[in-house]
C-alpha cells in the first residue's frame, strides 16, 4: 500500500495562455503522467481553412503526481500555478478524468482502461448494472472478473473487469 506522500493524484495545472500542450507535452518528456484534452476543429483564415487541434478547457492540463514532486512540474516555463480548493490543491478523482476521456470520445464506454494494475483491498468504482457509481473494495481478481464487496451494504458481489474503474 502506498503512504500518503507517494500515492499519485490528479490535480489541475493554470497555464500561461495557448501554453496548455506545449506545457503537457514538456512534461510528459519529464515522465509525469499528463492529460490535456484536445479537439480538431476547421478554422478560416483570409485565404484558406486549416485543421487545428485546440485544447478543450483553455489554460488548463491535468497532471497525475506525487505530493512530494508537485513543484517539480511548476518548474516548467508554461504553467503558472495550481488550481487550489480550500486552500489545498484540487485533487481530482480517477473516475472523473476517465468520465471526461469517454466524453471527448478519447475512450470507447465498453472499453477496458486501468490506469494501474487491479490488487486485493483497492476500492473500485462500478459503472454499469444495479450498482452505478457505488463505491466498493476488491476481493479477488480473476482473468475477466472481480469479486466485490460493497461495505456500506456488506454485500459480495461478481463485476466484470470491464465494468469497473479504480479510484485513486
Known sequence: MQTSEHKKVWLAIYTKPR?????????????????CPTYTTIRQWSDRKKKVVIPAIPSYCFIKIEEHKRWDA???????????????????KEQQILAFKRFM????????????????????LIRSGSFTGIEADILK???????????????KLVCQRKDIDKIG
Open 19 to 35: 501554453a496548455e500542450k506545449k506545457v503537457a507535452d514538456r512534461l510528459e518528456k519529464n515522465g509525469f503522467e499528463v492529460y
Open 74 to 92: 511548476l518548474k516548467d516555463p508554461g504553467a503558472v500555478r495550481y488550481i487550489f480548493w480550500q486552500g489545498k490543491p484540487a485533487v481530482i
Open 105 to 124: 470520445g478519447e475512450i470507447g464506454e465498453n472499453e477496458e482502461i486501468f490506469s494501474s494494475p487491479l490488487s486485493e483491498g483497492d476500492k473500485v
Open 141 to 155: 481478481i480473476r482473468k475477466t472478473e472481480v469479486q466485490l464487496i460493497l461495505p456500506e451494504l456488506e454485500l
